[in-house]
């Protein structure tokens, strides 16, 4: 079988592998769909995380169990399942299995972490649930920020990880949602499952736009744009700086971008106008949570689906994904290289 594994910056290889073979207490799955993540962009170019060590690449996935061991009794063949890998252990896998752009996957001792899957509703599609990761990011995000009705927010990158921040936020009745990205068709797409209104802040700088939007309130007598909560999930250099910089008092910054370099950040803007600095990552219990919301059509993933492409194009797919300006998420689909 072929699974997609990095030697090095840029260097991302379809490598051949034996289709991997289980114990009395594993589980294999074979792969539907497959997203690819902002973080497998960011060790495309980065590198393995052990740069001695290759490194199998892919973890949204979601397709069919087709073998289980004799010792396993939380799953069965023929289930449909997504890979939870926030709720999963590093040793699961041996050998490189773990990688989730591959045909299979095998799971080691599943029920001792049964968090780790989760079952696919009928009639959700394996494609959907292969996003149930990003959009979780996005929830926890919301989680943390605490939104109470009523309070407006502003959304900084609507890629994968902000459209599941968005989705979230208009499916728990938060609706005064403005974004600003570069990407004219991530500006669109963000309108399309629940924002406001999307700018563009090259164009449209953020605090004059805030202040006309949603007006101003003093702080020594200098006027500073009212929004309650601001979401940072772009990355761009230095940008929660400028947010602490013109935000009012009592502001949230939730962060979740994944930055390339130390932030030079003035600490007396946190303390003088008591702003609140909160970070969060993945989502240790959001998973169940927006699948159930992708079976009942509260969240509706497809909007946020920019392009599929069979795992036979797989350069292409990165390549594609690569490029923000043009695309949101990238699926790879499995079905026509099984092997």
């Known amino acids: 079988m072929k699974m997609a594994v990095l030697h090095a910056p840029l260097d991302l290889r379809l490598d051949e592998f034996p289709k991997p073979s289980i114990g009395p207490k594993d589980i294999l799955v074979q792969v539907i769909s497959a997203g690819i993540c902002g973080t497998d962009l960011h060790f495309r170019h980065m590198g393995p995380r052990f740069p001695d060590k290759p490194m199998p690449l892919g973890h949204e996935f979601a397709g069919d169990i087709i073998a289980v061991g004799a010792g396993v009794t939380g799953f069965a063949v023929g289930e449909r399942v997504a890979y939870n890998s926030n709720n999963s252990p590093a040793d699961m896998g041996r050998g490189g299995e773990c990688g989730g752009f591959s045909h299979f996957v095998a799971l080691r001792d599943v029920d001792q972490h049964p968090q780790s899957l989760c079952r696919i509703p009928d009639h959700v599609s394996y494609d959907h649930a292969a996003l149930v990761e990003p959009i979780s990011v996005g929830t926890h995000a919301v989680t943390r920020a605490d939104p109470k009705p009523g309070e407006s927010i502003t959304l900084f990158g609507a890629g994968p990880i902000g459209l599941g921040i968005i989705m979230t936020l ?6 005064d949602i403005v974004v600003f990205d ?13 924002a406001k209104a999307a700018y563009d802040p090259r164009e449209s700088p953020p605090k004059e736009v805030l202040s006309q939007l949603r007006g101003t309130g003093p702080i020594w007598g200098i006027p500073h744009p009212k929004t309650d909560i601001y ?3 772009s990355g761009a250099p230095g940008l929660i700086a400028d947010i602490a910089g013109f935000c ?12 390339r370099q130390p932030l030079e950040l003035d600490a007396t803007k946190i303390m003088s106008k ?27 993933a497809e909007t946020m689906i920019s392009h599929r492409f069979p795992f036979s194009e797989f350069n292409q797919a990165f390549a594609t994904a690569d490029d923000a300006s043009s695309a949101a998420k990238v699926v790879l689909q499995f079905s026509d290289t099984v092997q």
């Open 170 to 175: 208009v499916s728990r009745g938060l609706t």
């Open 274 to 300: 008591e702003i609140s600095l909160i970070g969060s990552q993945g989502y240790p219990t959001e998973f169940p949570e927006v699948m159930a919301k992708l079976a009942s059509g509260e969240i509706n």
């Open 248 to 259: 009012n008092k009592n502001s949230r910054i939730i962060t979740i971008a994944v930055h």
């Open 182 to 194: 570069l990407s004219p068709l991530r500006r669109e797409m963000a309108l399309k499952v629940g």
């Open 231 to 233: 979401f940072e999930a």
